[in-house]
């Protein structure tokens, strides 16, 4: 399920005809309750024969493969706005912290689940009791992305530390969360609005902004000038900026061309 849901995301970023995304839970109970641990289907199985080296190895690789495809959403190369309503824990968050904006329901319930995931029995299957113990494959991206979302460093440690459930409206006041709406109705409904919004700009100016914004996250402010400046002097032979300047002074909706 994982690997088709990084496939679909990486036809999403180079499909001309798509200029954004919205992300939705299907259902009115939750965006998901976490990941079924109970289920081998997503799973692969490791050779018991083989030594500790060969398994690491092995279990190195099925993780790469499992964080890229949450992952695909960060590097698509569209805006992607995810709404999330209802329960919105573990994995839930994982997909949200790789999406550029965040919407969600005021009954939104979140949290961060990797220290409750060890609490598991183990199964019977050897991978799932390497993933149910805490530290090692349960996260998939959280522990990462969300100390650089939020402001406060103090409250990622202690959602984390605690897996203590938290609202839509202190998601929101940490800065998590852009925008509540009262029903899923509505935040569907508002997340489908921004994405209209940008799909009527260029999307080569879209795309390079989300590009440069995502750069400038891990780097210096110069690495980041230095890495506009190189975007720009390709992205400035387009006609989109002269498209866009005349629509200006004609005072008329500008049309860009499929990128």
């Known amino acids: 399920m994982w690997l088709e849901y990084g496939d679909i995301f990486k036809k999403?970023?180079?499909?001309?005809s798509v200029r954004a995304v919205v992300l939705s839970g299907r259902g009115d109970r939750a965006f998901t309750a976490g990941l079924d641990l109970m289920s081998t289907d997503d799973f692969t199985t490791f050779d018991e024969s083989a030594d500790p080296a060969r398994r690491a190895l092995a279990m190195r690789r099925f993780i790469k493969e499992f964080q890229d495809a949450i992952g695909s959403v960060e590097s698509c190369e569209k805006p992607v706005i995810v709404v999330l309503h209802g329960i919105s824990y573990g994995i839930a968050i994982d997909i949200s912290s790789c999406a550029d904006i965040r919407l969600c329901t005021a009954d939104t319930k979140f949290s961060v689940k990797e220290v409750d995931i060890g609490i598991y029995p183990f199964?019977?299957?050897?991978?799932?009791?390497i993933l149910t113990r805490p530290g090692i494959?349960?996260?998939?991206?959280?522990?990462?992305r969300l100390p650089k979302i939020v402001g406060s460093l103090s409250w990622v440690?202690?959602?984390?530390?605690?897996?203590?459930?938290?609202?839509?409206?202190?998601?929101?006041?940490?800065?998590?969360?852009?925008?509540?709406?009262?029903?899923?109705?509505?935040?569907?409904?508002?997340?489908?609005?921004?994405?209209?919004?940008?799909?009527?700009?260029?999307?080569?100016?879209?795309?390079?902004?989300?590009?440069i914004i995502n750069y400038s996250i891990d780097h210096t402010i110069q690495?980041?000038?230095e890495f506009t400046r190189i975007w720009?002097?390709?992205?400035?032979?387009?006609?989109?900026?002269t498209v866009a300047i005349q629509a200006t002074l004609q005072k008329k909706k500008a049309?860009?061309?499929k990128l």
């Open 223 to 225: 690495e980041g000038l």
């Open 12 to 16: 999403l970023s180079i499909d001309s």
């Open 123 to 129: 199964s019977t299957c050897r991978l799932l009791q």
């Open 157 to 211: 440690k202690e959602v984390a530390y605690t897996a203590r459930i938290f609202g839509a409206e202190e998601a929101l006041k940490q800065g998590f969360i852009s925008t509540v709406l009262p029903t899923k109705a509505e935040a569907v409904a508002e997340g489908l609005k921004l994405a209209a919004l940008m799909a009527e700009k260029s999307p080569l100016a879209v795309q390079g902004t989300k590009a």
């Open 137 to 144: 494959a349960a996260d998939i991206g959280t522990l990462t």
């Open 255 to 257: 049309t860009f061309a």
């Open 232 to 241: 720009n002097a390709a992205a400035v032979q387009a006609p989109d900026p």
